[in-house]
């Protein structure tokens, strides 16, 4: 390959490149736009687990607070739970050179965790609680109103099915909410963006990728069963994932079964023309041929 064909190959790299970091900064910026995520004067707790994810966020709100019209501050938050051969240099290392507030907690959740959960069993929900509670305590000391989790697209969408599929809910992950003792925002920037952006963007900035033992050696997770199952569908079906997304922010309350959402015990008719009634199942959003999914056929019996 000549020096010419390898600097052309090298542009449109850079490019590529670019346009991801741009798309990123796009996306983050819109959810918290839209959600009113980061307001003046605030101080956000990014928490960094060593994983893609994390390392992205961090990376992306850096940018956006450097273009933003308001004034906030980042600490970036690891908890270092004592798992096996836990590299305990590389974040502080990878943090000092970024020049970033920084602190690193000290908690053994990993003896705790392998104590009280059988072998062979999920160890991710008693984790998670353990590693929320010693956050919030964390927020707390720093003086951080806001905590920022690294949850993308795909996160959200695999916790709504999780929760549809074996908990019988339609239940999802927001992204804001106020945490479980009431004190503490908890947001989730990401929530526009795909994973797959993230993985080829830890590629792009080569982030010192910590994986998690702890969970990571645990084969037959439910939720790599719809990480599973969601791959086939974007192979499959190109577009599905993303109209599901979009249905989370259009929910149509008259047309679920939940009573304490909507009031169908009290419903009673009034003459008037409803544009939500029965002719809402005229139309057939599933046969658009750019999202693949097909069309479904109604009828009645």
Request: glycine letters at 8%; aromatic letters at 6%; charged letters at 25%.
């Amino acid at each position: 390959m000549n020096a010419a064909v390898m600097e052309a190959v090298a542009d449109k790299v850079g490019y590529e490149n670019n346009k991801l970091h741009k798309r990123l900064c796009r996306l983050v910026g819109q959810a918290i736009g839209d959600f009113n995520m980061i307001e003046d004067g605030d101080k956000v707790m990014v928490c960094l687990s060593g994983g893609k994810d994390s390392y992205a966020l961090l990376d992306i709100l850096m940018t956006l607070r450097e273009r933003a019209p308001i004034k906030f501050d980042l600490i970036a938050v690891n908890l270092d739970q004592k798992q096996p051969n836990f590299p305990e240099h590389i974040l502080p290392a990878y943090l000092e050179k970024l020049g970033i507030p920084f602190h690193i907690e000290n908690q053994d959740t990993y003896s705790i965790v392998k104590r009280l959960i059988p072998e062979g069993k999920t160890t991710c929900s008693l984790c998670s609680r353990l590693r929320r509670g010693i956050l919030y305590r964390v927020a707390d000391e720093l003086g951080c109103n806001k905590i920022a989790l690294g949850h993308h697209r795909d996160d959200i969408l695999e916790t709504f099915f999780l929760n549809m599929f074996f908990g019988g809910k339609l239940k999802g992950m927001p992204a804001k909410l106020v945490s479980d003792d009431g004190k503490h925002m908890v947001i989730r920037p990401m929530a526009y963006v795909k994973e797959a952006d993230t993985m080829r963007y830890a590629e792009v900035k080569g982030f010192p990728i910590i994986p998690c033992d702890l969970c990571g050696s645990q084969e037959n997770l439910q939720r790599k069963q719809i990480k599973n199952m969601m791959r086939e569908w974007d192979k499959k079906t190109p577009g599905r994932c993303e109209n599901i997304f979009s249905a989370l922010s259009t929910v149509v309350p008259s047309h679920l079964m939940d009573r304490e959402m909507f009031g169908f015990t009290n419903l009673k008719t009034d003459g008037i023309a409803n544009p939500l009634g029965d002719i809402a199942f005229d139309e057939e959003p599933c046969s658009t041929p750019a999202t693949g999914i097909g069309t479904i056929t109604l009828q009645r019996e």
